[in-house]
């Protein structure tokens, strides 16, 4: 059983759309977040929900809009894609909020924006 | 300011070499939490270890085996008799009680040669 999982894994889309990345987590967790990885393998963190509530929203763009409808689920909204948001966007997960939980990441998804 | 530095941006080894991956941490805080993540080609994110502040002793898994000083900020990752399968970006990453977020450094990517 996957214990994160992501939907799409590739995401090819072009300037100007809208899309969504899709995040499940079957760990009974309470909290999840969105990482972005860039081409330089860096990882920072986007925003993090616990227990459907917003409670890390880094500096990031409007046009990325996180939504979760419960406890087990994160979406990544984004709109108006521009050629910058190319990345491999990773979903995961942690037991409870507060620092020093394992955080668990699914798959990964990788965007290209033409 | 928590800060995470791998200075080894690539290493290559020979298959059997050991190979010591270095991380350096910065952190105000007296409670804090290192970890390791693995990145193999397929580019999933792997949870290899975590330890806390308070938790000084080294630990061995199989051939991996992990150092952590407080003196020096350091938790240092150590792969002995290297196999081809550990072919990976690893990344350190540090999170304290006081923060909801992981903070993850560069990432060294090791390469294992037969």
């Known amino acids: 059983d996957t214990a994160v999982s992501q939907t799409p894994k590739y995401l090819v889309t072009q300037m100007g759309n809208d899309k969504s990345i899709k995040c499940e987590q079957n760990?009974?967790?309470?909290?999840m977040y969105w990482y972005k990885q860039d081409s330089k393998k860096f990882l920072k963190i986007m925003f993090s929900?616990?227990?459907?509530?917003?409670?890390i929203n880094e500096t990031v763009p409007n046009r990325f809009s996180p939504k979760s409808p419960d406890k087990a689920h994160l979406n990544l909204h984004i709109n108006s894609l521009e050629l910058g948001d190319s990345a491999v966007y990773f979903c995961?997960?942690?037991?409870?909020?507060?620092?020093?939980?394992?955080?668990?990441f699914g798959p990964g998804t990788r965007l290209t924006v033409l | 300011a928590q800060k995470v530095t791998q200075a080894q941006t690539e290493i290559s080894v020979v298959e059997k070499e050991d190979v010591t991956l270095d991380c350096v941490y910065e952190?105000?805080?007296?409670?804090?939490?290192l970890f390791w993540y693995k990145q193999p080609p397929s580019g999933e994110l792997v949870f290899l270890i975590r330890?806390?502040?308070?938790?000084?002793q080294n630990e061995i898994s199989g051939r991996y085996s992990w150092n952590f000083q407080k003196s020096t900020s350091s938790f240092n990752f150590t792969i002995t008799a290297s196999q081809v399968v550990d072919s990976a970006v690893y990344f350190c990453?540090?999170?304290?009680?006081?923060?909801?977020?992981?903070?993850f450094g560069a990432g060294t990517r090791l390469t294992v040669k037969p």
């Open positions: 929900y616990n227990n459907k509530e917003l409670i």
């Open positions: 995961a997960s942690s037991p409870l909020a507060g620092g020093g939980h394992t955080q668990y």
């Open positions: 330890r806390n502040s308070f938790d000084e």
């Open positions: 760990l009974g967790h309470d909290t």
């Open positions: 990453a540090l999170s304290s009680r006081a923060n909801n977020d992981m903070r």
């Open positions: 952190t105000r805080d007296t409670t804090y939490y």
